[in-house]
């Protein structure tokens, strides 16, 4: 992907960006010349994903349902890299299951990655961000907007994690701090497609109901994060912005619902 955007010199996080589209976000990001800092729950995908960015990238260990092992990882980062320009929050969990069959444990452990896990990691973030030009942005998913069968956890998750993005753009914009959100639509080679449509089939339909006639890559998504993270979108806060080949006006569900 040919960088549009130059990052040289800011301070980038990406929470969750050890795999899947966010570490596509985090490749993004350091080609656009960041000081990265990427952070997941396993040390060895920290490790690999550290290795994979290259040169300069900072890893950190961390469960975004423990608000102090979040904020730790945060100073640190910032003791190394400087005051942070953009964090970027896409840690999330999902398993598709029937609403009879979901335990309350179930549930609750989506709720807690998802939502619980994206307030974390922004409260975190604000005391090293509070000033002028400071870009929060929040991967959601299309169950925030699209109720989908086998993913009411999920649905209920990530609409509140617009809805967070929503409330911070308004009580942080007095400061300069614009919070954004993305929805990425089908990315193919990722975790959650692998589990939501498992067959080559199912991709296929999933691709011939996207308007754009094809699955997304995890550089689509990144890019619509450079772009909200640079100066090209000074003025845009608060904004929930898919990219997702205009899946979400289709109105598709995943399994056939």
């Keep these: 992907m040919n960088a549009t955007f130059d990052f040289t010199g800011r301070a980038v996080f990406v929470a969750g960006g050890t795999s899947g589209i966010n570490l596509g976000i985090a490749r993004a990001f350091a080609r656009a010349g960041a000081r990265l800092g990427v952070g997941s729950r396993s040390r060895d995908k920290v490790d690999a994903a550290v290795a994979a960015l290259g040169e300069g990238a900072l890893g950190y260990a961390f469960d975004v349902r423990e608000p102090a092992a979040v904020a730790a990882a945060l100073d640190a980062f910032a003791a190394e890299a400087g005051p942070i320009d953009t964090l970027v929050s896409g840690a999330a969990g999902n398993f598709p299951a029937l609403a009879k069959d979901l335990t309350p444990n179930g549930f609750k452990a989506v709720v807690d990655i998802d939502l619980l896990g994206t307030f974390n990691v922004m409260k975190a973030a604000y ?26 956890h ?22 300069g701090l614009r919070v954004n959100g993305v929805i990425p639509g ?10 939501l449509a498992p067959t080559d089939a199912a991709r296929a339909a999933i691709a011939r109901g996207v308007p754009l006639r094809r699955l997304g890559s995890p550089d689509d998504v990144a890019r619509v994060c450079l772009f909200l993270a640079s100066d090209a979108a000074a003025y845009v806060s608060g904004a929930i912005l898919p990219a997702d080949g205009g899946w979400l006006q289709a109105g598709i569900r995943i399994g056939g619902a």
């Design 127 to 152: 005391p090293h961000m509070r000033r002028p030009g400071g870009s929060l942005i929040n991967v959601s998913a299309p169950q925030a907007a699209q109720p989908m069968p086998m993913q009411a």
């Design 154 to 175: 999920v649905c209920a998750a990530k609409a509140g994690v617009d809805m967070v993005t929503r409330c911070l753009a308004i009580e942080w914009g007095p400061e």
């Design 186 to 195: 089908p990315i193919e080679g990722t975790e959650g497609m692998a589990r």
